[in-house]
């Protein structure tokens, strides 16, 4: 008998594995789910929002969500997907990342809610700090062969794979034993029947199933297993990264804007795929964007509702509209009057990276001239000779007005009251910070 939350998962594309049994389970009962999040950093970044939104569809299904970060799975690194061993991360980082990562799931699960299917938030450290190596060897050690533990890909790859064979060190080969006891101790303590993960999991969750079944009789040993598909980017290229690196959850490591416009500037046929995976709109409005889209692909309507939905679900409504503001400011006909409605953060977000050149309220008050805003008082053209001819080929504009030699810049054209954008034709962007 097939089941609404797994339905949901089938027709956004985002079931990949599931366990004999599973539908069954979450049509009998409310069932409570885990899923693991290593704590790599103190924030976590967009691949992560797949394992995050997974969740929050299991309790808008009426089930329980847990969120468990891998304090002391961090310690050790899942050998999953990896050519060689990470390094290993201090108690006090890993600390550090612990505390941020749970600062992001609480903007995404209320872990105050009193509901009876409110999610929890756990950490393995605390059940795993006290456990001497003696008692988790005779205690799990016992329940699963070797042989079985070498049967999973993420082992073989790394043994027998075309890496170079760099091996495997010990502490990496009980990652599966240390991930499988969480499993089977959010069953003991939780009820938790369900482990939910990205497909590269398949074989540390599997595991986990086992030590369950093995450690448990009856009733009392059931566990089941999900995993959904890990996101690829048509051309082949990884998910989740910019020309900046990871694009994280956290403003302060990806700010909106940037946010905003990796979702803006995906292709046609990522963003059909992501509009399903990363947004809660319903198969009929996504369905009509979808057709509305091919109709006129050059409006980016599908482009436009995936950058909206995600930004407003990650951040906030507010911060999204600034983004989207910022956004259509850069092509605004009246750019002069606009750009100055950007409060200055969002101002620096759109434009970092952009070459600045720091000129004292001093001199900007005594006059400032183009020849010295592009090149005396700047260098950002390599020489007033340059800066002459530029000028009078008209391609420098201030505040995208074209300008020229005889131009002085002045009050009128500060931004925040600081900043000035100076344009050289199409691609060179100069910003000029008075201070």
Not at 91 to 114: C, M, P, Q, Y
Not at 395 to 424: F, M, P, R, T
């Amino acid at each position: 008998m097939a089941n609404a939350f797994v339905d949901e998962l089938r027709w956004r594309g985002m079931l990949h594995d599931i366990m004999p049994g599973t539908e069954e389970q979450l049509n009998k009962e409310m069932t409570t789910a885990y899923i693991g999040f290593d704590p790599t950093s103190d924030s976590l970044h967009i691949g992560s929002l797949v394992q995050i939104i997974l969740l929050v569809h299991f309790q808008n299904a009426g089930h329980k969500p847990i969120a468990l970060v891998g304090g002391a799975t961090g310690m050790i690194g899942d050998p999953s997907g990896k050519s060689d061993e990470r390094n290993l991360l201090d108690e006090a980082t890993l600390n550090h990342n612990v505390k941020g990562i749970k600062s992001v799931f609480s903007r995404f699960l209320d872990f105050n809610s009193k509901e009876a299917n409110a999610p929890v938030l756990v950490n393995n450290y605390d059940w795993m700090k006290d456990f001497t190596f003696i008692d988790f060897a005779r205690d799990v050690g016992k329940r699963i062969t070797v042989n079985y533990m070498m049967a999973k890909d993420s082992v073989k790859k790394r043994l027998f794979g075309d890496e170079g064979n760099v091996g495997m060190s010990f502490t990496e080969f009980t990652y599966q034993l240390i991930q499988g006891y969480d499993f089977y101790y959010l069953h003991k303590t939780y009820n938790c029947m369900l482990q939910m993960g990205g497909s590269d999991q398949w074989g540390n969750i599997t595991t986990g199933t086992e030590l369950v079944r093995r450690m448990n009789v009856g009733e009392e040993a059931k566990a089941f297993a999900l995993t959904c598909p890990l996101i690829t980017k048509a051309d082949g290229s990884k998910f989740g990264k910019s020309e900046g690196g990871n694009v994280w959850l956290d403003a302060d490591k990806t700010s909106v804007y940037k946010f905003y416009q990796f979702w803006l500037n995906a292709t046609d046929e990522d963003a059909e795929k992501y509009i399903k995976i990363f947004t809660f709109l319903d198969k009929a409005t996504i369905d009509d964007l979808i057709e509305k889209h091919k109709e006129a692909p050059h409006l980016r309507l599908l482009q436009k509702r995936l950058a909206e939905e995600v930004t407003t679900f990650v951040h906030t409504k507010e911060e999204f509209e600034n983004a989207e503001k910022a956004s259509n400011i850069l092509f605004s006909k009246s750019f002069k009057a606009d750009i100055k409605t950007l409060n200055e953060k969002t101002f620096l977000d759109v434009f970092e990276g952009v070459p600045q050149a720091e000129i004292s309220r001093v001199e900007f008050n005594e006059g400032l001239d183009m020849i010295a805003a592009l090149s005396a008082k700047t260098n950002f053209l390599a020489s007033n000779g340059e800066a002459r001819r530029a000028l009078k080929e008209n391609s420098v504009s201030v505040n995208k007005e074209k300008v020229g030699e005889e131009y002085q810049l002045a009050s009128e054209d500060l931004i925040n009251d600081a900043y000035i954008i100076i344009n050289k034709g199409k691609k060179n962007t100069y910003i000029i910070k008075v201070v």
